[in-house]
């Protein structure tokens, strides 16, 4: 029989964060002398950090601007990595997808200790089989 994987976004996907994103960049923006509606950051989740500052900040930014940005979302961020909300249902489904003999891969940009909240949230490694 041949392996069955199934892949899997984390942020928005099995973890609640898009709103705290949304805070942690809208934060990071204000910080650094810009007004953002939120609302127009929560479109824009799920670009990439330089093409979310790009999109919300236009080509007349300050780009040397985007790294105190990037650094200071990040940061922020991070404050919420002890308390990252799995969306109901997140693990459960990983481990019965597990139990029935699919490979479980992970899909997310996050690296390091985000990583790590992110998998702790989810609490489920022992079923997950790598990250992409």
Not at 73 to 86: E, G, I, M, Q, S
Request: hydrophobic share 50%.
């Amino acid at each position: 029989m041949a392996t069955r994987a199934a892949l899997f976004d984390v942020d928005g996907t099995l973890v609640d964060t898009n709103y705290l994103h949304v805070t942690a960049w809208w934060e990071a923006f204000h910080q650094a002398g810009h007004t953002v509606r939120m609302a127009a950051i929560h479109r824009a989740i799920g670009l990439g950090s330089g093409d979310l500052i790009a999109h919300l900040l236009g080509d007349e930014r300050d780009v040397d601007q985007d790294a105190e940005i990037k650094d200071a979302h990040a940061a922020l961020y991070a404050t919420f990595h002890d308390r990252l909300p799995v969306l109901d249902g997140a693990r459960d489904l990983l481990r019965s997808l597990a139990d029935r003999g699919w490979v479980i891969v992970l899909a997310t940009s996050a690296g390091g200790a985000e990583l790590a909240a992110l998998r702790r949230a989810i609490g489920a490694d022992d079923v997950i089989a790598g990250v992409a």
